[in-house]
């Protein structure tokens, strides 16, 4: 029986609610603040000390003992230098599921069952835990299934999708059948106005507010390289490096009829590829190539492996909609996904997460994205050898 309870507590408002609701409930509940990172931004200012001292004000207005762990060392080499070395390979990672992955559910969970001796962890993210948000009761042997949160909007199973599948069987998400603006309503009433009316962090957490490309260049050097249209090789313009540029980003290039956008990265050469018109089809792909998925469902795992293909649904940002796919695997052992639609400047490095109509299934990086363009020619290329056999059979 779960008694005894971590809360990973950031100094906002869901950590801070859902120890809250934890101790309402009757379990015992200690919270741990993560320092993860310690750079200070332009002014002078490091956000990580003001969200301890909202952590601290936090548990004490709560009851609840706060304790520290530093994981600045562990970020750094499994998050940040990973984030570093993708960029400088014409990569775009993703660093909040490499977090969750390596630091969150891995080392800091392992701390709190193993070091600390607690029952399970507990976070603020909306998401649901299939053994129920507070793993009362909980049977050893079922297996977790991470489901879809009742806010739909504020969905963050999407961040999750790369973490152990047994990290889930001793985790609690307490706030995966509220509301935002319940979480923020009950802030309120508990005496804990000074967070529900705090400002959410949002983007990657340890550029804060700075411009990225002011940020990324303290770390790699910049190198100039040129901007090619990837229609007729012809150069456009110049780049000061192609780590300061993503997939679909415009690249505000002056004296030409329609906008260009990036297309792909070509890390070798140091060249951009773009494309003019937001829409052009070499930004457009259906299909992509991906790393071996982290599975959250064994019973999709069977599937693809017992079928050569699984039909789900698939995102690659957290905030757009869910795409019908398929995934498929290869008697080589690699995985494809086709999406039912295309999908907008779909970005090496970055995460393909599946799912069903209820619950997250899993997620695998992203390898590479074929443009429709690339498909249409092959097709054209394959129907012009067809009607070319064709010929010389009826010459025959």
């Known amino acids: 029986m779960i008694r005894n309870v971590v809360v990973g507590v950031s100094g906002g408002v869901d950590s801070a609610v859902s120890a809250h609701l934890l101790a309402e409930r009757g379990f015992n509940v200690l919270g741990v603040f993560m320092r993860n990172w310690d750079e200070v931004d332009e002014m002078g200012r490091c956000s990580g000390e003001a969200d301890l001292k909202d952590a601290e004000w936090a548990c004490r207005q709560l009851g609840v003992e706060l304790r520290q762990v530093n994981y600045v060392r562990e970020y750094w080499t499994a998050v940040f230098s990973q984030f570093l070395d993708d960029y400088q390979l014409g990569l775009t990672p993703n660093p909040d599921i490499l977090c969750n992955r390596h630091i969150k559910f ?46 739909t909007f504020k969905d963050q199973t999407f ?36 967070l529900a009316n705090k400002k959410e962090s949002t983007g990657i957490c340890f550029v804060g507010k700075r411009n990225f490309k002011d940020f990324i260049q303290e770390y790699i050097t910049s190198k100039t390289g040129p901007f090619l249209d990837i229609d007729s090789g012809a150069v456009v313009g110049h780049h000061e490096g192609i780590h300061q540029w993503t997939v679909g980003q415009r690249c505000r290039l002056s004296s030409f009829l329609q906008p260009y956008f990036v297309a792909r990265k070509e890390a070798a050469s140091n060249t951009i590829y773009v494309a003019a018109g937001h829409n052009h089809p070499a930004l457009l792909s259906t299909h992509i190539d991906v790393d071996p998925p982290n599975w959250l469902c064994s019973k999709s795992q069977r599937i693809l492996a017992d079928t050569g293909s699984l039909s789900c649904r698939f995102r690659f940002q957290h905030t757009k909609p869910l795409v019908g796919c398929h995934l498929r695997l290869s008697p080589e052992n690699s995985f494809h996904v086709e999406l039912e639609a295309p999908l907008r400047a779909i970005t090496p490095g970055q995460y393909a997460v599946f799912y069903s109509d209820t619950a997250c299934l899993g997620s695998a990086r992203i390898l590479s994205a074929n443009p429709l363009k690339k498909h249409a020619q092959t097709q054209q290329a394959q129907a012009a050898n067809l009607v070319f056999i064709g010929q010389e059979i009826n010459q025959m």
């Open 159 to 194: 961040f999750l999708a790369g973490i152990p599948q047994k990290a889930l069987q001793r985790t609690m998400f307490p706030l995966g059948d509220f509301q935002k603006s319940q979480v923020k309503e009950l802030a309120k009433k508990i005496g804990l106005q000074r």
């Open 106 to 151: 891995d080392l800091f969970h392992k701390h709190a069952l193993e070091n600390l001796g607690y029952d399970a962890v507990a976070t603020g993210h909306y998401a649901r835990n299939s053994l129920g948000n507070f793993l009362e009761g909980i049977a050893s042997n079922n297996e977790a299934r991470l489901l879809i949160p009742a806010d």
